[in-house]
């Protein structure tokens, strides 16, 4: 057992020095195979230290900074970190120092820096403990913190970090009249706390419910599919939303520019019996017309770092603009999809303005057949002061705070004039 501890451990320090050290999102280190070798529960042992890891890296590295004198190897210092998380969520000390101690005297580069990673880590098993819950809620970094705090107030940007702190509970959306775990949120999804392992929840083999953020089935709640219609899904990876308008009875297209990506598509198809036409393409030279379009646009994903608090260190920003540019050009593009008289959900997963209000904003004085349409976004358990001056939704991680918070999103219902 110990063995399998230390190999996750090691595994989630190699995934930190990706993150930290060289800018890669967890994702793509998963989906490069950095965890193959590991059987499924120490695989799933080193995604959650990874992730408990960088949700309190700011509170490690004040506690670290007290007993180090400079700050040593990126791989040494992150195995402290790990170590120092590890030691004040309540894990046994013997084990955890050991561990980290054999890790790191085990490497050619840091062998002899076991003694001080020894040192260090008994001082943060006797201090660390106690001083870990007094100390704040971990802030995002401010190339990210200070344009939220411009458009949403430190009030709420605190609170969206105390909901990133927490982590997120496991939400999924249910097929019509199946049945799933959980309790009931006020817009339909289930939500299931300590989840655990998904595939051996009740229903999940039968194909009765899939993974889903509760923010992120709002979007087709607004389009409101019906049967029988024609309805492209733009960008469709991971797939929920695709399942949703399958679900509904819809004549679904989804489109996404990954093949890789598409695979968990028809994964899930496949697992819920459900059906739709997946094909891999560019979203920008599709061609088609459609009675309705969802347009979950490639975007920031700031609305997901309570899942993925990876994010904030993996990026810095610099492709903000780009993704800004695009999200424009897939809008243009998909209106041409547009059957007259027919409708366009754009959404995305991030809480910047420019990336949601502004572009509709934008879209709505450029083209004379475009309207918001308002009473799309009288969705069950949407509350009305989620609703933007210029018609759209916008949701929050701090949104639903006592009940485990929700990702950030952005939603608009735009009408095609007949």
Known sequence: MSDNATAARRS?????????????????????????????????RAQRLTLETLRGLERADRLLDNHLNRTPALTVQNALRLGAVELCHGEAAHGVVNSMVEIVGRSRKHGRLKGLVNAVLRKVAAEGPAAWPKMRVPRLPEWLREPLIMAWGKEAVAGMEQAHFAAAPLDITVKPGAQAPGEVLPTGSMRVQDAGQVSTLPGFDKGDWWVQDAAAAVPVRVLAPQAEEKILDLC???????????????????????????????????????????????????????????????????????????????????????LIELQAQMLAHAWTLLKPGGRLVYCTCSLLPDEGEVQIEEALNQYPDMTVDRDALNVTGVETDWITEEGGLRLRPDFWADRGGMDGFYVACLNKSA
Do not use: M, W
């Open 12 to 44: 989630a320090i190699y995934l930190l020095d990706q993150i930290l050290g060289e800018g890669r999102l967890l994702s793509e280190c998963l989906a490069a195979g950095a965890l193959d070798r590991l059987g499924p529960e120490d695989r799933a």
């Open 236 to 322: 469709a990876a991971p797939g929920g939303k695709t399942l949703q308008l399958a679900a509904a009875g819809a004549e679904v297209t989804a489109l996404d520019i990954s093949e890789s990506r598409l695979e968990r598509v028809r994964e899930n198809l496949k697992r819920t019996g459900l059906k739709a036409n997946v094909i891999a393409g560019d979203a920008l030279e599709h061609q088609g017309q459609y009675d309705a379009i969802l347009l979950d646009a490639p975007c920031s994903a700031t609305g997901t770092i309570r899942r993925h608090p990876d994010l904030p260190f993996a990026k810095d920003g610099s492709e903000f603009g780009g």
